[in-house]
């Protein structure tokens, strides 16, 4: 059975000011499939522009990373297809959002629930193997990790620990992910990449401080890969 190959292509970043008026902006990843499923292949056309995210990261000295997971809880997305061709199962990840699209409101035309008016986030997700997927949040769930009102909601570049998803997968396709309440679903902001405010800097811990605790290398790894993908100066303090 053939494979699939990723490929991401990474455009200059936008203007500042239209990505705070729209925080999902227009994409910037054309993902198109191939042959190789383990395979993922980044061209830059431009090395991203950082000035957008100098914001001084003097605060980030004495904020201390302080993560609650086991690396042990975690699947890496590379092993669900290892394990078995094809299947289904609960699982914990953690990714960098490569893309946000949402939250939207579609009406569900079958099942009990037709005619109702639900919330649904679409995320592309990746982590430091270059393994990519598609994760797809309803209902609450979607609102609640796209901002609406007061929560804090995901961006680009941000590094999720995300809790009770299912996975599902094949060979012929990259894997897809489910949150909803139903799932018990949880999210955890544990580094912001790209800050868009001095409030931001409070998502970015220095991971320096933490290197001999695993759970803070793991996120420092997975911030070390988007960053290189995405042409940034690494700012966060990671070694």
């Not at 209902?139 to 680009?156: H, M, S, V, Y």
């Amino acid at each position: 059975m053939e494979d699939q190959t990723t490929l991401i292509t990474w455009p200059p970043t936008e203007d500042q000011t239209s990505v705070r008026q729209n925080q999902s902006g227009p994409s910037f990843l054309d993902i198109s499939k191939s042959h190789d499923m383990h395979t993922t292949t980044y061209t830059q056309f431009e090395t991203q522009e950082t000035q957008s995210y100098s914001y001084s990261d003097t605060s980030s000295i004495a904020n201390f990373p302080n993560f609650h997971f086991s690396l042990h809880a975690l699947t890496s997305l590379a092993s669900l297809t290892k394990t078995s061709p094809k299947g289904s199962r609960k699982v914990n990840v953690l990714l960098a959002a490569l893309e946000v699209d949402g939250p939207d409101t579609i009406r569900i035309k079958k099942g009990v629930d037709a005619g109702k008016e639900v919330s649904v986030l679409s995320l592309i997700l990746g982590d430091e193997e270059g393994a990519v997927c598609k994760l797809t949040a309803w209902r609450e769930i979607a609102d609640e990790w796209g901002g609406t009102g007061d929560t804090l909601g995901i961006k680009r570049g941000d590094i999720l620990l995300i809790e009770n998803v299912t996975a599902n997968w094949d060979t012929s396709s990259s894997p897809t992910l489910l949150a909803s309440p139903y799932l018990k679903s949880k999210m955890e902001i544990c580094y912001r990449t790209m800050p868009y405010t001095h409030e931001d800097n409070q998502l970015r811990p220095d991971l320096r401080l933490g290197q001999s605790d695993a759970a803070v290398r793991k996120v420092a790894a997975v911030v070390r890969w988007f960053e290189d993908m995405a042409g940034l100066k690494a700012t966060c303090g990671v070694p």
